[in-house]
Structure formats: structure tokens, C-alpha cells
């Protein structure tokens, strides 16, 4: 496997543990209450950012411009 499909399958992976993790924090958050909810509410935020990183490179790598893999090792 190249490393550019190892790239996408490990962004891949790591959206839908992402998504994963949200779903049960909505589970877990509905019961909470006073400090676990802030808690609950905070990590859900960094994940929602996180996912939509990830969702954002992905639709670029789908139309990639002709450097873009050139890049990727600096970040993108």
C-alpha cells in the first residue's frame, strides 16, 4: 500500500472514531449534570472541530491539485 492510501485510510479511521466518541458522549451528556456536563459539553466541542478538520481534508484530497501530495508531509 502507498503512503497516500495509507494517509486517507488513517483519516478515514480516525473520522469515524471521532464520530464514534461523539455519539457516546451525546449518550453519556444526556444524564450528566453541574461539572460532568461542562466537561462532556467542552470535549464534544473539540471533537465536532476535530471532525470537521478531517472532513475538510478529506473533500480536498478528493480533488487534489497537482502539489498537494507534494505538501502533505508539511502539514498540507
Do not use: F, H
Amino acid at each position: 500500500m502507498n503512503t497516500q492510501d495509507e494517509y486517507l485510510k488513517n483519516l478515514e479511521a480516525e473520522l469515524i472514531g471521532c464520530c464514534a466518541r461523539i455519539d457516546l458522549l451525546l449518550v453519556e451528556s444526556k444524564d450528566a449534570d453541574g461539572n460532568a456536563k461542562l466537561a462532556y459539553d467542552q470535549e464534544l466541542g473539540e471533537l465536532n472541530s476535530k471532525q470537521q478538520e478531517i472532513t475538510k481534508i478529506l473533500q480536498k484530497l478528493e480533488k487534489p491539485s497537482p502539489d498537494l501530495w507534494e505538501n502533505i508531509g508539511d502539514g498540507g
